[in-house]
């Protein structure tokens, strides 16, 4: 059987064994919007649960936007300039427009990124700054949630008059889905409050994974973290397989956002009649496998489908290696899962653990492997898995010792797909 992966911007084929029972899930969605300019324009001035965009802009003189970094394929290009538009027709002149890079911790966009994520006609005349979590003195407190997370939010987006966010709906490992809120916290958060947010105390809670919102606490975290920092309005769009746009959704930040969840939900959703012995999955390729760290969601997603005691391949480029400074000293440095997680309780909670925090509490379920040749091979030692320097090897670890017939579920796109496995008869 022959199979393409999303693997960074080239993809990777694979010839798989035919004597297995191969189940691909492919990432669903709705048809492409047959007019997305129309649809853009008519959910700014026709928007979910409140006045429209225009409306709030009069009489203001500073608008700060949220949008995603590198990592997210956001259709930013698309989707500012009918935003800017309407707040210049409002009264606010170019110059009292900033658009923020919600980078949360992750590194700053360059220059040549920056242009790739707004367009170059919004780079050359827009003011455009990224987010730098770790300088404390660039945000500004805004007291505590009620579950006790201090909320420090980047000043420029606080001080603006209009506080707008732009991205793209699709599953998050432990936020249940992506878009609206996220784009504040920990988007535009301080390290103080991300460490809080990411914490065991959010992220051993069973209700904090991929699809899971109507009473996941961390969404409720953030909603809160969000209406604190006076999240005006969003813009949220789904995005098709090949990265166009299938739904808009714009609004209130609460009523938009649940629309779009909904929307969402609905159309990606796809369903395994029994747990898989082995899946095999990706990252969804550039930009998302980029890092291990991002990559690493390939494999929480997976799990759900996984039957325990079963295997997970991922494979993901990588080509820029770990991630961040402290992600890749932890990673290089990790003791086996199990007494990282019993580590990490007691102790203050340090920058990107919790996506190891999550890797490890897979590694419960299920025996990991790995191709992501771009990450060093003085890491594979402490990848809690078996990592191979070929595709085909990797493969063949995975499948070893199988008997002929095992159910292998394959996802060529990873984390974009939502896959929920029933029980086996």
Known sequence: MHMEFAFGKSGLELDLPEDMDYRVLEARSAAPLADWQDALEQALDNPIGTPPLARLAQGKKTASISVC???????????????????????????????????????????????????????????????????????????ETQAGTPVYID??????????????????????????RKLIAPGLAAQETIKVLHSPKFMRDARTHE????DNPLHRELLEIAGMARHDFMLDVSLTRDRRIAGVFAGHPHDAHRAGVAFVSRVMLEQLDGPADVVITTAAGYPLDLTFYQAVKGITAAQHIVKPGGRILLIAACEEGPGAEEFCRMLKEAPPAGDFLQQIESREVIVDQWQLEKLAMVTRRADLFYYVPGLPADYYPSLWGQASESPETALSAALDGLPPGSRVALIPEGPYVLAKAGALA
């Open 69 to 143: 970094d590198i990592t997210r394929p956001a259709p930013n290009r698309l989707t500012l300039p009918p935003v800017l538009r309407r707040l210049h027709e409002a009264g606010i002149p170019r110059e009292g427009v900033t658009i923020l890079i919600a980078t949360g911790l992750h590194r700053p966009a360059t220059e040549a990124e920056i242009r790739e994520i707004v367009g170059e006609e919004i780079a050359s005349h827009y003011t455009i700054v990224n987010h730098h979590a770790r300088e404390l003195g660039e945000h500004r407190h805004l007291g």
């Open 211 to 214: 699809g899971s919102i109507e």
């Open 155 to 180: 000043e420029r987006f606080v001080s603006a008059d209009v506080h707008i966010t732009l991205g793209f709906i699709e599953p998050h490992l432990m936020l249940g889905y992506s878009g609206g």
